[in-house]
C-alpha cells in the first residue's frame, strides 16, 4: 500500500517545529498503523539525534591569535588613539604641547596691532619705534609688527617681532637684541619667555 | 541578551573607528561558531581553519557595509557559509552532485547513490560516529548542506538561516526536508 505523500510532509513539519495538533495526531495515527512510515520517522529521528550529537567542534586554541596576525594594518590615528588612551600622562603631557604649539602657532598667524613696551623716551611713527638720538630707554623693549630705529641707548634687551631693527652708527644697546620673523623662533621666543617667567615666580 | 547585545554594538563601533583590538573581543565570542561551520561545510579541519580566518577577515574589512538591524552573528554566519559555498564550488568543477535529476520529484543524484556501507559496531566509537556524520554531510550537495549545517550544527532558527542565506523560509524548510531525507537513508540504518 502506498502510503500518502502528506505523512513524510507531516513528518518534516514535525522536525521544523511547526507541526500543527491536528496534523500531530494524524501523524500519530498513521505511524500507529504503517510499519513502514514509522520505520522512516524513526530513522529521520536517529538522524537528526546523530547531527545534534556531532556538532561539538571548536576552533584551534590559536585560532584568534592568527586571525589577528593576518589582519590588515590598522589606521594609524586609530592605533595612536588607543595609545593614549593607555597612557593618560602621556596624553595630558602631549595635549598640553599640542594646545601651546597649537595657539603660539596660530597667533603667530595673526598679523596683530603694532604695539611697543614702552613709550617714554621714544618717537612713534608709521608703525617704527624710534630711540632719538641722545636719549636713553631704561628697561627691555618688544616691538610687535613694527620696526625699530636706534638712534639713542637702550639699557636693556631689544626685540623685534614680525619687523626690523635698525641700529644708527651711534645707537647702542646695552643688552641682547633679537629679531623673530619665523613660527619656530616665535615659539621658542615664548617658551623661553615662559619659562623665564615661571622661574621669575618661583624666586 | 540585552547586555551582549549592547557588548558587540561598542566593538562593532570601535572597530568601525578603526580600533583593530576591538575586534579581538568579537573573534574570541563568534570563532567556534564560525569555525565548526567552516569545518562541517568543507570536512577537513586545515582548510575549514583557513575558511573561517578568511571569513573573520572578510568581516572585518566590510565592517562599514554592516547593518545593525541584522543581528553581528547573522552577518557572520552569511559571510562564513558563502566563502565556504564559493569553495565548494571551485573544488569540484567536474562532478555536479546537486544537479537535479529529471522525474525524481527534486531528489538529486546525490540523494540516490547507494549509502555508504557502515556497521553497528562502527557506530560504537563516538568519534568514529562523528565522521561518519561527517562524511554523511560531505556528500549533501551545498545547498541541502547549508541549512543542514545551520541548523542542526549551529542550532540556529528557521528564520535566522533564511536571513543568512537571503532565501525564503519556505525554501529552507524544502531543503531541510531533502537534506534529512538524503541523511536519513546514510545515517538511519546505523
Redesign the interface.
Known sequence: MECPKEIVLLMHSYFDGDLQPEGEQQLKEHLRSCAACAAHFHELKKTVAFLQYAAHVAAPPSFAAKVMEAMPKERKTARLRRFLHRHPLLTAASLFFALTFGSLASSWGERGAFSVSADEHVIIRDHTVIVPKGETVKGDIVVRNGSIRIEGTVDGDVTVIHGKKYMASAGQVTGEVEEINQVFEWIWYNIKERFNRALQSIE | MYFMDLFIKKRIKAIQ?????A??DL??LY??K???LC??MLGN?HEA?DA??EA??RA??HIDTYNPEMKFSTWLYRIATNLTIDKLRKRKPDVYLDEEVGGTDGLTMQAQLPSREASPEEAVE?LE??E???QA?EQLPEKYRSV?VLK????LS?QEISEILGLPVGTV?TR??RG??A??RQ????
Open positions: 573607528k578603526g580600533d583593530q583590538n575586534y579581538a573573534v574570541d570563532k567556534d564560525i569555525y565548526r569545518y562541517r579541519p581553519e573561517a580566518q573573520f577577515i572585518y574589512i563516538s560516529l562523528q561518519t556524520v561527517q554531510i543542514i542542526y550544527m549551529e542550532d528557521l524548510k531541510l526536508h534529512r531525507e541523511l536519513r545515517l538511519g540504518h546505523l
